[in-house]
């Protein structure tokens, strides 16, 4: 009987590891969100683009999340020359603010793609809570990478974690 239950120990802990070495990174979930031409849109699609991706939540009312993307949005042709990277902006502005989401947007003219999450799917799904909330995806859509807040200069943090997924 301590032999069957040693056997049975040791196997399960063998199982235990081996799903552990296994398990691959965390990955987006898979929700959808709407373009700004009201489009659905599934967000783990950019997940499977096989290039790094960078996704930044924000929202018009938060100056900080503005100020990152505006600062990205000048640097993100380089971007995208020297990595491939993606950038997708989502808006956390509740319905009633949609219209400010798309006319701010145009005024900037980002040259990224953004997406709506007015009842704050994802946000709830990626269990964050403060605005901006930056991730990035490696090229397997594995999420390597997660970022609160912005101050001035973390685009280029940003930057050095993109070379290394990049590779």
Known sequence: MKKLLKTLSISLF???ALFFVSADAP???SVKLKNLKGQSVDIQDFAKSGKPVVISFWATWCSP???ELSNIAEIYDQWKEEYGVEIVAVSIDDARSTDKVK???NATQWPFTVLLDPNEDMR???NFSV???TLLLDKKGNIVYTHN???EGDEFILEEKI???AK
């Open 14 to 16: 063998a199982l235990t």
């Open 27 to 29: 990955g987006l979930p």
């Open 65 to 67: 999340c503005k100020k």
């Open 103 to 105: 006319s701010y947007v």
């Open 124 to 126: 709830r799904a990626l």
């Open 131 to 133: 605005v901006p909330y």
């Open 149 to 151: 807040n912005y101050v």
């Open 163 to 165: 070379k290394k997924v």
